[in-house]
């Protein structure tokens, strides 16, 4: 059996905390400051599963950090910086359309940290009787003969657009009637239909952009 050949590095060629980095990551050992994510107004900490949990404030993210085995807070205030630095991201929070985990925003053009992925309820054949005349009651016109197919056309796409995890434009659709002629209904046939959620994406800024669910009387 042939000893194993080792190959000395001269101390003054050897970076040592590249070395360190370049070995903890053949073994798969991730650095305890990438499982955390800056916003602006708080901390994020991934769990594992595409879950992510909020933290509010750097004493929760510090914490979490001693947890982990950083007992010095001077390396804790240098994990922090290497979070704000290395992962900063324009959003954190439930985005409409997206699944969690990191993706980047066509709107804002910037890195967003979506925490919770859509529910999408399972699509079954069936009658639908009650859904079906609601939509039918609200959209079926005879001055407006398209008004129905046009309006089930977009319901369609929106959903193919949450199930397959892509971003396809949809042209706006209005509501308009008076008070109580099932508007409200239809949204949250919707919003139910489209995984529940009412947060609709990020301004070009990285604000949040949100549904209102409201009848007006303008």
Request: glycine letters at 10%; proline letters at 6%.
């Amino acid at each position: 059996m042939n000893p194993t050949q080792f190959t000395v590095i001269p101390q003054d060629d050897l970076d040592l905390e590249v070395a360190i980095a370049e070995v903890r990551e053949e073994l798969g050992v991730v650095e305890p400051w990438k499982k955390f994510y800056y916003g602006g107004f708080g901390y994020a900490m991934e769990v594992g599963g595409g879950r992510y949990i909020p933290l509010p404030f750097e004493s929760q993210v510090c914490a979490h950090l001693e947890q982990m085995g950083i007992t010095d807070s001077a390396e804790r205030r240098a994990c922090l910086c290497q979070i704000r630095e290395h992962n900063y991201v324009l959003w954190i929070g439930p985005v409409a359309g997206y699944k969690s985990g990191l993706h980047i925003s066509p709107d804002a053009q910037g890195k967003i940290l979506v925490t919770q992925s859509p529910v999408i309820i399972k699509a079954a054949e069936g009658q639908c009787k009650l859904i079906s005349r609601i939509l039918k009651g609200l959209f079926v016109d005879p001055e407006h003969p398209l008004q129905f197919g046009a309006v089930m056309g977009w319901l369609y796409q929106a959903r193919k657009n949450v199930v397959e995890g892509r971003r396809r434009p949809l042209p706006a659709l209005a509501l308009v009637g008076p008070i109580e002629s099932g508007k409200s209904l239809f949204l949250e046939i919707v919003r139910l239909s489209l995984g529940g959620s009412e947060r609709t994406g990020l301004s070009r800024s990285g604000e949040s952009k949100r549904v209102q669910f409201r009848n007006s009387r303008s």
